[in-house]
């Protein structure tokens, strides 16, 4: 296989100040034997590149972006560059170079593609799994990894490294300008997600099931959505919501870490459960084609028993940043078997786009529209309307919100087919979806 091409046309972004090289201890940083300068090495290799290292030296400080780089190359030392022919190089602070490990080399002798995507998964997860504490600061890092063709480190003149620099960058998600506040809003950010990861590592993830309804014969089920719970403390009713933890991940950028474990345990749970439709809603910041998804893309692919009973929500409050990304990503999972659905239709201004670009299977109506149309007569038609609209969308329209007994009725006058909400978790189904505790370090690993 022809090694992988550079990235391109990607923006360059303002580098951070530069923090002083740290050799870790039981690492050393040998230079690649000089080749003759008429024969020039180029190979595809693996780099890493520590995506919010500028906002941990701008809402900490640099000593800690220092530690945090630090504790990287460690963590690449200790557990990948252990042969005699490994090795590392540190083009700049915040991106290191796998060069001449040959686990992690891509050429014409290398593995499939998907194989090769799984190796940069395992890169993701030995890597940033784990927050990284230093001076009383814990925090977590946003990685990005891939193959990148490039000469010799040693060959490497200073241009030919701001270009490599410049090709490694990933397409930056849109984000709101910072604020005046920005600094402290960044660490309560940060300091719920290390209370979820470390909550995640000592596996205390549990699921809530919402069922999908025919509003006219309730035992007529679409499918299950798995709502995550994390308990912050084993045995106890503490726990961080979705409504907590999600919109910090996603202003932080650290959503496919924790979309990739729960779709792995849905997957899990459709394993178990060979009679079920189970649903899983993911960020749209998560919905593209990366490592992140290596294993759980390979899986769907050779398991189309349970792909075939799998639902993908892809959710977002904001505008959906690249809708190329996000219907690449769809039409993967349609193929191998998938079901798609688009959640909280009504609440942004970018999801009818998006729903145009992913052709989804359903399409969940935002719960206030439910809500005013119970309010008022304006809201009656409103709903009205948008039920018209997505119906010429997706098969399948999904009015959630029904919060009480007369919702149903509001939502029966409107002609609403299939509803969600919270009065209807009392339903019984035969085989209520379970996860096995087990499955969570399965998935963690």
Known sequence: MPALSQITDMPLRSCMPTVPAQV??????????????????????????????????????????????????QRLCARFLTSVKADLASLRDDCFLLWGNDFFMKDDCSA??????????????ALGNEPISARGITALARLHVNWIDVQAPDQMGDSEIELTLWTAQPFPDLHEEPTDGWRQHYRADMEVAVRLSEALQAEHLAFAWRPVVNAYASA????????????LHSGQQTSLTPEVFLPCLQRLG????????????????LRH???????????????????????????LKSSPELASRLTVEISDSMEFSSLQS???FCARLRSFGCRIAIKDFGA???????????????????????????????????????????????????ADGVEREDDLGVALDAGVQWVQGNHLRDIKEPSRPALPTSSIHRSLA
């Open 112 to 125: 499939s593609e998907q194989s090769a995507s799984e190796q940069l998964e395992s890169l993701l997860l």
């Open 254 to 269: 650290l959503t496919r870490a924790f979309d990739r474990l729960v779709v792995r345990q849905v997957i899990d749970a």
């Open 348 to 398: 942004g201004r970018g999801n009818l786009a998006a729903a145009q670009a992913c052709r989804p299977d359903i399409i969940k109506l935002e719960a206030s529209f439910l809500r005013r149309a119970r309010e008022s007569e304006l809201g009656g038609e409103c709903l009205r309307d948008m039920l018209t609209l997505c119906g010429h969308l997706a098969a399948y329209v999904v």
């Open 24 to 73: 870790p201890k039981n690492c050393s940083l040998r230079k690649v034997p000089q080749s003759p300068p008429h024969a020039p090495i180029r190979r595809a290799c693996a780099f890493v590149l520590i995506e919010n290292l500028p906002q941990l030296a701008e809402a900490y400080d640099l000593d800690f972006a220092r530690s945090v780089s630090h504790e990287i190359r």
């Open 273 to 299: 459960q060979p009679l079920v439709q189970l649903g899983v809603s993911l960020f749209a910041q998560s919905a593209r084609i990366d490592h992140w998804w290596a294993s759980a893309l390979s899986t």
């Open 220 to 231: 007529s089920m679409l499918y299950w959505e798995a709502r995550p719970d994390v308990l």
């Open 326 to 328: 996000v219907r690449d």
